[in-house]
């Protein structure tokens, strides 16, 4: 999240953004922790984390932007959770976000090999689901799984592996770091008021374009009805 933030303000962008990050991570969750408040459940999902799911950070958090981050926890065969399931969550999380007018990423799995995800068929459904979830949701996808295993493994690169054959070491969260960057999750986010200088005319201005550092922007037109 610091690293976030400092390359952020390092682009110009704090001159006229406040950052607040919300960093609601909890070691052993699963993504059925991060469902809407209210959502059915299995015993195995276990209940929507009020403190920490999407309807906390879309309420009391406050988020413009969210980006959704379970990277294996219940991933394994056999005995894990389904594919159908696994993405029904996703989907539910981000299309309740989009619901609310605010953005979404979901990032992939990572490659894990300890325990019982030394196993060939939940390494292989580790990847199954990265796949699933860049082909479901395409731009708003961010694959974390790619830069950290070694090509044509399943296994985590020896030099971003912590040691524990589950986490990443410093030099592995860069690797994800660069990829939260190269997604571009502010685009079009920095916005101000402002005027068209002639409205009559054919060829006009825009003012005023207060982000120094915008080299690219969006413009929408609202009429005086709202439209």
Known sequence: VGRTINHY????????????????????TTVFA?????????????????????????????????IVNFPSNGYYKPGGFSITEIMYAYRTIFNTAVAAGKKCYITTTQPRTDGTFSN???????QEIRDSILLQFGQYAIDFYTPLATPGTSNIDPDYNSGDNIHVNN?????????????NVFESFATCPALINNPGSNNTEISPIVQASAHKFQVSVIDTRGH
């Open 9 to 28: 303000n390092s682009q110009g962008l704090s001159n006229n953004l406040t950052w607040n990050f919300h960093n609601r991570g909890l070691g052993s």
């Open 171 to 183: 030099a592995g969260h860069l690797q994800l770091f660069n990829r939260v960057v190269a997604a």
């Open 34 to 66: 991060a469902m809407p408040t209210g959502s059915s459940y299995t015993a195995a999902q276990g209940p929507p984390d009020i403190n920490r799911n999407i309807t906390w950070a879309l309420t009391t958090g406050g988020a413009h932007i969210v």
């Open 120 to 126: 060939t068929a939940t390494r292989a459904f580790l």
